[in-house]
């Protein structure tokens, strides 16, 4: 099973990647950038079954054909109901390691996008090689500024953050709001 997100940096799409990989099914990234039938495309190719989107992402959906996947909205009264009627985790299935946790779109300059498969493994061994390198604990608190849907922010970010139990921040970037987020979140 795909299950495509196009949230923004926050606690829903670090809820989805959670999901994910505890439930067993495929994490698909949509670049929320894309428009248009580009993004219809992208969630085509990416095979995508189900979409979980929001209020703010959600207008970038309309007119466009996803005529078998099923588009849910994190921000409705219905995702609500959903959740609060849900009963415990029954993973989709048991992932393997090896197994592809997520598909991050290529930036698409030389061509259309495309998915590449990330395992799971690939997510835990280089997020642990860069708590090695950087000597980041449960104490620490990771700034995740990057579109969840990147690479950089998977790898080096919530990879991170997951190997050590440290906290995530998810921020969407701001030259100008960096500094002052780094200070708020108490980001190390």
């Known amino acids: ?64 054909d996803l005529s078998g996947v099923a588009v849910l909205d994190s921000s409705s009264r219905q995702w609500a109901r959903l959740i609060a009627a849900a009963g415990p985790l029954t993973p989709y299935r048991h992932a393997a390691p090896e197994d ?43 700034y995740l500024s990057m579109p969840l849907f990147h690479s950089d922010a998977l790898i080096a970010g919530w990879g991170v953050a997951v190997a050590t139990g440290a906290a995530m921040a998810p921020a969407k970037f701001s030259a100008s709001a960096f500094l002052a987020d780094i200070r708020r979140y108490g980001a190390t």
């Open 1 to 64: 099973m795909h299950v495509g997100v196009l949230l923004g940096n926050g606690p829903e799409f670090l809820n989805q990647m959670a999901a994910a990989g505890l439930g067993g099914y495929v994490l698909c990234g949509i670049n929320t950038t894309r428009r248009g039938a580009a993004l219809a495309a992208d969630i085509r190719r990416a095979d995508c079954q189900i979409v979980v989107t929001d209020a703010e992402h959600r207008r970038l959906l309309r007119g466009l």
């Open 100 to 142: 592809t946790f997520m598909l991050i779109f290529t930036s698409g300059t030389s061509g259309d996008a495309k998915p590449v498969q990330v395992s799971h493994l690939m997510v835990l061994v280089s997020g642990q090689n860069l708590v090695g390198r950087f000597g980041i604990t449960a104490d620490d608190t990771c």
